[in-house]
């Protein structure tokens, strides 16, 4: 579908999410599932619970647009799933492990936080008010999800990645 309008181009981000988050509801349990450190895991399963009602939140977007599903695919998280399924792939479940995993949801929660924020900068100069309220609640778990990562690597996981030797 061609772009021609500020609305089209909103509506082709909002789908570009959507189709993004839903992957990511199918690549976190794997995250969980591989993650060593029960603390990581448990970071991992709260975030499939918001990113669950991250989805109803692009729903409803999509119903205020009242435009029929266009499907996009996301390149670019398909492309950071693979790096996440391949850091599975290349180690064993360990810290190390989780170093890298920690290391590979990071760039999806720094993608996610430039494309809910440049929605919702293109909802507010559409004057869509209840699409801002939803994007920015969004974009806030999404900045939280990233922190906590950064918080378990920083204070637990990479001291032990570092003493972890495969043998
Ligand atoms: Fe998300
Ligand atoms: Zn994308
Ligand atoms: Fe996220």
Avoid at 81 to 100: V, Y
Wanted: charged share 30%.
């Amino acid at each position: 579908m061609k772009i021609e309008s500020m609305r089209n181009l909103f509506f082709e981000q909002i789908q570009d999410l959507y189709d993004a988050e839903k992957r990511l509801t199918k690549a976190l349990p794997e995250l969980a599932d591989a993650s060593t450190s029960a603390e990581l895991r448990g970071a991992f399963e709260s975030h499939l619970i918001e990113t669950q009602g991250q989805i109803i939140r692009l729903e409803r977007i999509i119903q205020e647009l009242g435009e029929g599903s266009n499907a996009t695919t996301c390149d670019a998280i398909k492309g950071l799933i693979k790096e996440g399924d391949s850091m599975i792939s290349r180690t064993d479940k360990s810290p190390l492990r989780d170093a890298g995993l920690i290391a590979a949801a990071n760039r999806v929660e720094h993608y996610e936080i430039a494309a809910y924020g440049s929605a919702r900068a293109f909802a507010q100069t559409l004057g869509m008010d209840r699409a801002v309220a939803l994007l920015e609640e969004t974009l806030k778990e999404e900045k939280a999800a990233d922190q906590k990562l950064t918080k378990i690597a920083e204070s637990i996981v990479n001291d032990q990645a570092r003493q972890f030797v495969c043998r």
